[in-house]
């Protein structure tokens, strides 16, 4: 088997890991640990852009694959949320224990009863967030179509993941920070990236948004795995790839 053969079979594994252990079995046998090394996995098919160059190679259409998530702009404008009035957020999308979840944090809006404003020093209220649905048993949502947005892949890497302060951390930043960081390849450390600023905001977001008995910001590269694990357009390379064996 040629060197690119070889490359892209392990795609394949890669992308039927994501849909069996991640997806199908909604991750319930991933540990923390196994979720962040899986930043690696993610980082090499999304960003490095391997799964683009097999679904170009294999004759697909389109350019690349798409993925389904929320569109967190879109949720908050339906609620009459403000973004950059965010505390803390997470995109989720993903299901764990049979439930699945997205738009998960919290909001400073103005306070119905005094009439403070949400930009205020105190005085203001907040708004939680929490989009839930029964995976056994899912009725359909005006909100639907917000919640599964389709994407290209390039479109949901650059989409807010996640935001800290009224900062948008992009689902692209979600995996290079764990990739980098937290237990990864190691191939940055904190204490010397020029994006410090921003990975100190996406640290923050650690323990302080849950989905269930998920940490939310881990839920959040959970969630962005799933999106893997159940694309259409991913099992379809899969198969593709394995014909081509």
Do not use: C
Not at 41 to 55: E, F
Not at 160 to 183: L, Q
Not at 191 to 199: D, G, V
């Amino acid at each position: 088997m040629t060197e690119e053969g070889e490359l892209f079979r392990s795609v394949a594994e890669d992308l039927e890991w994501f849909r069996k252990e991640w997806w199908e079995a909604q991750g319930e046998s991933l540990s923390e640990g196994h979720i962040r090394r899986g930043s690696t996995t993610l980082h090499l098919l999304l960003v490095d852009g391997i799964v683009g160059k097999a679904w170009r190679h294999y004759g697909f259409l389109g350019g690349q694959p798409t993925l389904d998530g929320p569109d967190v702009v879109a949720l908050a404008a339906s609620q009459g949320l403000r973004l950059d009035m965010a505390a803390s957020l997470v995109a989720g999308g993903g299901r764990a224990n049979s439930v699945d979840a997205a738009f998960i944090g919290a909001f400073r809006v103005d306070n119905p009863t005094t009439g403070v404003p949400a930009e205020a020093d105190e005085g203001f209220a907040v708004s939680v967030t929490f989009i839930a649905r029964d995976a056994a048993s899912p009725l359909p949502s005006d909100i639907d179509k917000l919640v599964h947005r389709q994407w290209k892949v390039s479109e949901f890497l650059e989409a807010p993941g996640a935001i800290r302060r009224g900062i948008t951390i992009t689902r692209r930043e979600v995996i290079d920070y764990f990739r980098n960081y937290v237990g990864g390849a190691h191939h940055d450390l904190l204490k010397h990236s020029k994006h410090r600023s921003k990975n100190d905001l996406i640290q923050e977001l650690e323990r302080r948004v849950r989905a269930d008995t998920r940490d939310g910001l881990y839920f959040e590269l959970l969630s962005i795995g799933q999106a893997v694990g159940r694309s259409e357009d991913m099992k379809a390379l899969a198969e593709k790839i394995r014909e081509g064996r």
